[in-house]
């Protein structure tokens, strides 16, 4: 991409009502746009952040047997009341509106109802099961509090699985292996020294169910962390646990300030009770199907990521996620120079893109400062500079943005550090 074509700017101030640090840096860089509060537009480098997001989590959701739906996001009142979930005196993030005939449809806040009605169609014998379905969907919630930028919007992406098995042993076993996919995930898009496998409150049958806990200041989650087993408690059962690690029964857990990235939790037959989800076992037998239901917000993850690994200059993006590779900064040289070292960033620029590497080209017509200001701001992790200097030294110098450090290198290595 080249950066003189690109639609979006950065920008020196972030809208005066915006009090998130990752939704900010994240506008002033040009990534998202607010269009009101807990609202924002994924504008293309943006999108390519959320896309990588969502490309690691549905590897991870194929690896342990999830088949990809979509489910629509209009849902049907008369599936919400057979869970009693309709009420707004039970859910208070609704959003609900009409069709022109009056009757009421709700926008989906999440999706256990509909895709529990939904497999009733499908589920009807033990071969049936087990199964595991997901999507990445967008949920609407009528938070009251929508300060967190990106990481608690009124409108979000979800990735939602749920999962459906004969009985709570075979729920447990795909349980721990959707808890092990979530680690994968939080590790490869480089959160994983910092995200705490939670236990929390509200299991069905195994007492607990889990958050994916990322420390981070701004967060909204006290949890009680032990070092030792890199695990954590949340707030709503740390009493009941008397402050001791669930794991080793250490007393010395310390509180921290965090934010729920992800969560996994046993549904037991809530659901397939409500929707008479049942089966026939290898005896003929009836029986209800049991389920989990496993969320991750890809947004969040994304603000998260800006929150806890952003510094003074702007964005540092883990390579796994960063929107390109490779920012390739041109710098004009003086007379007729300047076309010499145009054309040989030009020339970098082609041979990079036909190899596949993802660069972003800051060909623009502006004075270096602002070309490295703004490189800062976006926080691609490599930056390659070509100059008149570089040129002179038939060299290109490379910045590694997580860690200062500048280079001088020969063309044919940059693939070694890419
Ligand atoms: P919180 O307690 O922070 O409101 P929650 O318990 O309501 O979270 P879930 O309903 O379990 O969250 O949703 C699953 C995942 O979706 C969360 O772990 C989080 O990553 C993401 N998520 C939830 N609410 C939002 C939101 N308003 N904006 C962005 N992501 C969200
Ligand atoms: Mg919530």
């Known amino acids: 991409m080249r950066q003189s074509e690109l639609f979006t700017t950065t920008r020196r101030e972030a809208p005066t009502d915006e009090v998130a640090r990752n939704a900010q840096l994240l506008i002033r860089a040009g990534y998202i746009h607010k269009e009101m509060a807990g609202v924002y537009s994924y504008l293309p480098l943006g999108l390519r952040v959320l896309e990588n997001i969502v490309r690691i989590i549905r590897e991870e959701m194929q690896a342990i047997g999830g088949q990809e739906v979509s489910l629509p996001a209009l849902q049907d009142r008369l599936v919400w009341q057979k869970s009693g979930r309709w009420s707004d005196e039970v859910v208070d993030v609704w959003f609900k509106t009409a069709l022109k005939n009056g009757a009421e449809l709700g926008l989906s806040f999440t999706h256990e109802e509909p895709l529990t009605a939904l497999m009733t169609d499908y589920v009807h014998s033990y071969r049936d099961l087990p199964r595991a379905v997901y999507q990445f969907q967008t949920k609407f919630r009528n938070e009251t509090r929508a300060k967190s930028g990106i990481m608690r919007g009124r409108e979000f992406l979800m990735k939602d699985l749920y999962s459906f098995s004969r009985d709570t042993v075979e729920h447990e076993k795909f349980y721990e292996r959707a808890k092990q996919a979530y680690q994968n995930i939080f590790e490869r898009v480089g959160l994983g020294a910092t995200t705490y496998l939670t236990y929390a409150s509200g299991g069905t049958f195994s007492k607990y169910s889990h958050e994916f806990q990322t420390l981070c200041a701004t967060g909204e989650d006290t949890i009680y962390v032990c070092e030792k087993c890199h695990v954590a408690v949340n707030q709503e059962i740390i009493d009941d646990l008397q402050h001791a690690c669930p794991q080793c029964g250490a007393k010395d857990v310390r509180s921290a300030t965090a934010v729920e990235v992800g969560n996994i939790f046993s549904l037991g037959t809530k659901f397939s009770e409500a929707f008479n989800l049942s089966y026939l076992d290898e005896q003929g037998a009836s029986r209800l199907v049991v389920m989990g239901s496993y969320g991750i917000g890809p947004?969040?993850?994304?603000?998260?990521?800006?929150?806890?690994?952003?510094?003074?200059?702007?964005?540092?993006?883990?390579?796994?996620?960063?929107?390109?590779?490779?920012?390739?900064?041109?710098?004009?040289?003086?007379?007729?120079?300047?076309?010499?070292?145009?054309?040989?960033?030009?020339?970098?620029?082609?041979?990079?893109?036909?190899?596949?590497?993802?660069?972003?080209?800051?060909?623009?017509?502006?004075?270096?400062?602002?070309?490295?200001?703004?490189?800062?701001?976006?926080?691609?992790p490599l930056r390659a500079v070509v100059s008149a200097k570089t040129l002179a030294q038939k060299k290109i110098e490379i910045y590694d943005r997580s860690t200062d450090e500048k280079k001088m290198i020969d063309e044919r290595e940059i693939h070694t550090l890419l």
Not at 371 to 377: Q, R, T
């Open 299 to 380: 947004g969040r993850v994304m603000g998260t990521i800006v929150e806890t690994l952003s510094d003074e200059k702007g964005i540092v993006w883990p390579k796994t996620i960063a929107p390109y590779a490779l920012h390739l900064v041109v710098l004009g040289g003086r007379g007729a120079e300047t076309a010499a070292v145009l054309a040989a960033a030009d020339q970098l620029y082609t041979t990079l893109t036909a190899r596949g590497v993802a660069v972003l080209y800051d060909d623009r017509d502006v004075q270096a400062g602002e070309k490295f200001a703004d490189a800062d701001l976006l926080g691609i």
